[in-house]
């Protein structure tokens, strides 16, 4: 498992903790090589070390490269991907330990390779879980090897005495389209997490105005939720108004356990200055390697245009991102920042009943025209539910045809 940090860190702190941090954005190429070490590569004074403002930029690059949020602060999202980056595919033995789960670039690699030749994992996600191991067991089944899970010498050297014959293109992608193309149009008879952020004795960002960030999207969430129950969708909640969701890790397992088709987590933002504003979506991608959830960037790119074009909030456009939620759920995940409640135009816009309501329709068309896929005809912004439905049909009474 991922060692994590005692504490979270940010600039201005020091000591051994910080020293940690800097030797790994040294691995990372973030930090330049030789950075305050001694002439024995390590670094000087470990219970010294600060976290300065070069330590600061080196993290806040780090994060924005591998899609996490940019805030400077070392939290544990942040190291478990810092620490996982210093290691290459053949570094260490890798094996498959239920409830603590290796995390790393390696594990990246190895589910690369993996799906390249053909053994399905689910998602690319850097973390050694039961889908992964039954995969390398299937693969080391398949050349010879004892069939035992674990990625060590002898699996190693099978891995390089194997090419892929044709290459370009994403077998991970491919997979995703067809799954999502023979699972139908239809919405009836799917299961949808939704996940109200925040909650509990977490309010979330609280506006002028009073409302907060837990209670606007559990609201919206109930809205969501009355409009997909009555077309026969099972809708699941991680929280009520008065429990807690727990992290975005509970949560990701909690999807994982109602075997979802799809997980929506509901959030709005806020800023410091309050001048950010507007609306955004983000789903699991990562540019440097396969781990890219093409369904989960279809459903935001659907999810963003309806939202912009109901409710008139700026468009913040959508983004790939390596969150702990997104990259945990073996389903396809996206998050939805509506507004931000630092905002005083978004707030305002936010008390109104007619805006939630449109937030919610946006998001149930948006889930309808994903099922549709090719034989979404439907302009963003205008149709109601009931008019894909309707079109639903047609499409139904054709095929009997």
């Not at 002898?154 to 023979?182: D, K, Y």
């Not at 889930?367 to 539910?385: F, I, K, P, S």
Request: aromatic content about 4%; overall charge negative.
């Amino acid at each position: 498992m991922t060692p994590q940090p005692v504490a979270v860190l940010r600039r201005g702190d020091a000591g051994p903790a910080v020293a940690a941090v800097c030797e790994r954005l040294v691995l990372s190429g973030d930090l330049p090589d030789g950075f305050r070490s001694d002439p024995g590569g390590t670094l000087q004074d470990r219970a010294g070390m600060r976290f300065d403002a070069e330590v600061d930029r080196a993290v806040r690059a780090f994060q924005q490269r591998r899609g996490l949020v940019v805030d400077g602060i070392v939290g544990r999202s942040t190291y478990a991907v810092l620490d996982g980056a210093r290691w290459s595919l053949g570094d260490r033995v890798l094996r498959y330990v239920p409830e603590h789960f290796i995390e790393g670039d390696d594990v990246v690699h190895l589910q690369e390779r993996l799906l390249q030749l053909g053994f399905q994992l689910g998602k690319v996600d850097g973390i050694l879980g039961p889908e992964t191991e039954g995969a390398v067991r299937a693969f080391q089944s398949a050349v010879g090897l004892h069939s035992d899970g674990t990625v060590g010498p002898e699996t190693m050297r099978s891995f390089a005495g194997i090419e892929r014959s044709v290459r370009g293109g994403s077998a991970n992608a491919l997979r995703e389209r067809e799954h999502l193309r023979r699972s139908g149009y239809s919405l009836a008879g799917r299961t949808i997490v939704l996940d109200p952020g925040h909650g509990g004795a977490d309010r979330g960002a609280v506006a002028g105005n009073g409302v907060d960030e837990a209670g606007l999207c559990l609201a919206i969430a109930r809205l969501v939720e009355g409009r997909l129950s009555a077309h026969g969708v099972s809708v699941v909640f991680t929280r009520t108004a008065r429990t807690d969701g727990g992290s975005e890790e509970d949560r990701a397992a909690f999807a994982n356990s109602c075997e979802a088709d799809l997980m929506l987590s509901l959030h709005s933002d806020h800023t410091a200055s309050s001048s950010g504003h507007g609306i955004a979506t983000s789903f699991y991608g990562h540019a440097d390697h396969a781990g890219w959830s093409v369904i989960g960037e279809r459903f935001s790119d659907l999810v963003q245009r309806e939202l912009v074009a109901r409710t008139g909030l700026t468009d913040l456009r959508i983004h790939a991102r390596t969150w702990t939620l997104l990259r945990r759920t073996r389903m396809p995940a996206v998050r939805i920042d509506v507004g931000y409640l630092s905002h005083p135009e978004d707030a305002a816009l936010l008390a109104q009943p007619q805006t939630l309501d449109g937030i919610a329709e946006g998001i149930v068309v948006a889930l309808q025209r994903l099922y549709l896929g090719e034989a979404d005809t439907g302009h963003t912004g205008v149709l109601r539910l009931g008019d894909l439905l309707a079109h639903l049909e047609r499409l139904r009474a054709d095929a009997v045809d």
